[in-house]
């Protein structure tokens, strides 16, 4: 038995949103870990440039853009903010 090489998931939220998932195994050209969220106000990009695109066992690159932004540019995210609870949900 060969296992799905593709899973796509679409659903309504409870508050109205739709989301839509969608999982590819095998290799990609393009980079083997990208998470790409898009929302109203803007878009999130998390990449990774690790070959085997295990999130556990690589580093992430955070990429975002907003309202009229044409690009997502890199967001450096400080350890030491984190730690110190400078970020926090809104």
Known sequence: MNPPILVAVTA?????AVASVFHRGGL???GDHRWE????DGDVLITSPAA???IQAAQLVLA????SEAHVEPIIVSIDRIASGAYTAA
């Open 12 to 16: 309504a939220l409870n508050s109205g």
């Open 37 to 40: 969220i898009n929302g109203t």
């Open 64 to 67: 975002g853009g907003r309202e």
């Open 28 to 30: 990609s050209r393009a």
């Open 52 to 54: 085997n695109g295990n």
